[in-house]
């Protein structure tokens, strides 16, 4: 079945350092891919909807200076979290579509955490 | 965006039946119905997807009734392993994207 594939599934950095967390799908091509934070106990939060070859689009609330969105190719997209502080210690998750009709896949996420 | 409405918990023990329900009152006519189980730490996992009348995989059964107004995930046999989280999830096609609500956590007990 389709994949989709995070890297880094942990990262841990100092405050102030950009972060860069990469999503692709492995046996597909994902025109639109998804990017979603998860906190402690609660549900995913749709943070953007990447878009291959254009700008990405923020959910209301979301920074998009903060949190930086690259979707160059069909199976690659990657979320950048510019100067990162504690605040942004969170669970990042992206998502891509399978095909006609088909489900979302996820990645496995990626465990961020701000020191 | 179809809002959905799931229990917010359940418990059950090993070797159970477990049907969790979920609302989507106001679900489109393209809409499609999909369930995930997300575990600790993981990211969401595909259960099964339907439209209409039944769905059966190796997994679960997903039962919709005819106004398409809610569907109900059937787990047979419970073990364990199915302590997690279950979000339903109401979307039009592949590249629409998903609200995901507060989902149920289910606990299963030995």
């Known amino acids: 079945g389709a994949v989709v594939s995070q890297h880094p599934s942990w990262v841990i950095c100092k405050s102030g350092t950009s972060v860069k967390i990469e999503c692709r799908s492995l046996d597909f091509q994902a025109t639109t891919m998804f990017w979603y934070r998860q906190f402690p106990k609660q549900s995913l939060m749709l943070m953007a909807t990447s878009n291959e070859g254009s700008k990405a689009t923020y959910e209301q609330g979301v920074e998009k200076d903060k949190f930086l969105i690259n979707h160059a190719s069909l199976t690659l997209s990657t979320l950048t979290v510019t100067s990162a502080h504690p605040e942004d210690s969170s669970f990042y998750i992206c998502?891509?579509?399978?095909?006609?009709?088909?489900?979302?896949?996820f990645g496995d996420g990626t465990r961020l955490s701000i020191l | 965006l179809a809002k959905t409405t799931q229990p917010i918990s359940m418990d059950s023990y090993e070797g159970q039946e477990v049907n969790i329900t979920c609302s989507h009152n106001n679900i489109a006519t393209n809409d499609y119905i999909t369930w995930y189980q997300q575990f600790p730490s993981q990211g969401p996992r595909f259960i099964i997807q339907?439209?209409?009348t039944k769905v059966k995989n190796e997994v679960a059964s997903l039962f919709i009734p005819a106004d398409r107004k809610s569907s109900t995930l059937s787990l047979p046999r419970v073990s364990l392993s199915d302590t997690a989280v279950y979000y339903c999830l109401v979307a039009l096609n592949r590249d629409d994207k998903i609200i995901f609500g507060k989902g149920t956590r289910l606990h299963i007990l030995p």
């Open positions: 998502s891509a579509g399978g095909g006609n009709n088909q489900p979302q896949h």
């Open positions: 339907g439209y209409k």
